[in-house]
T-cell receptor, first 115, second 116 residues
């Protein structure tokens, strides 16, 4: 079993839709959670970062963490064609843990938003 | 400014060549990372430098040799690579690798490497 599971999709939605992207994890040492967006042939771009359970909002993006269920989500409201990319969840642990100093990534979800 | 730059953008090399990839950041970050990414896969960590010292080597073959000349620069020296080493090589940096909340990593655009 992978430490982080992410549905690779692909996911195709119409413009304006609400998109929900999800990851589950098994390592309870993970304390810090990130979402990256990666356009084709580019490096990953940090979208959201959170370290507590609950919601964090930034514009059209909301990151949600449920540590009790080991489940994180990224919601994109009013999706745009420019949101078409691969979305990667990533996690890291606290100092002293086995995941110290490392990011563990999900497989990435390919999202297409069509006009 | 959250920019990490990488050169070259593209590199084609033969299996007997020696080449280097370069990475630079001016955010005052003290941790820098090399990743390898194959198509449709997430990045795989190769090396971590913390305060200019190698802190993590993920059992990477010795044909990859990292170097951190100073806190802003990171190199990856390549020698006698194999065709299966063809990939996107990503550099990232973070404020610190010791304090988890400062560990948010910012990635460069990558160097696309093709080994013939």
């Amino acid at each position: 079993q992978k430490e982080v599971e992410q549905d690779p999709g692909p996911l195709s939605v119409p413009e304006g839709a609400i998109v929900s992207l999800n990851c589950t994890y098994s390592n309870s040492a993970f304390q810090y959670f990130m979402w990256y967006r990666q356009y084709s042939r580019k490096g990953p771009e940090l979208l959201m970062y959170t370290y507590s359970s609950g919601n964090k909002e930034d514009g059209r993006f909301t990151a949600q963490v449920d540590k009790s269920s080991k489940y994180i989500s990224l919601f994109i409201r009013d999706s745009q064609p420019s949101d078409s990319a691969t979305y990667l969840c990533a996690m890291s642990g606290h100092a002293g843990g086995t995941s110290y100093g490392k990011l563990t990534f999900g497989q990435g979800t390919i999202l297409t938003v069509h006009p | 400014d959250t920019e990490v730059t990488q050169t070259p953008k593209h590199l084609v090399m033969g299996m007997t060549n020696k080449k280097s990839l370069k990475c630079e950041q001016h955010m005052g970050h003290r941790a820098m990372y090399w990743y390898k990414q194959k198509a449709k896969k997430p990045p795989e960590l190769m090396f971590v430098y913390s305060y200019e010292k190698l802190s993590i080597n993920e059992s990477v073959p010795s044909r990859f040799s990292p170097e951190c000349p100073n806190s802003s620069l990171l190199n990856l020296h390549l020698h006698a690579l194999q065709p299966e080493d063809s990939a996107l090589y990503l550099c990232a940096s973070s404020q610190d690798s010791a304090s988890a909340e400062l560990r948010t990593q910012y990635f460069g655009p990558g160097t696309r490497l093709l080994v013939l």
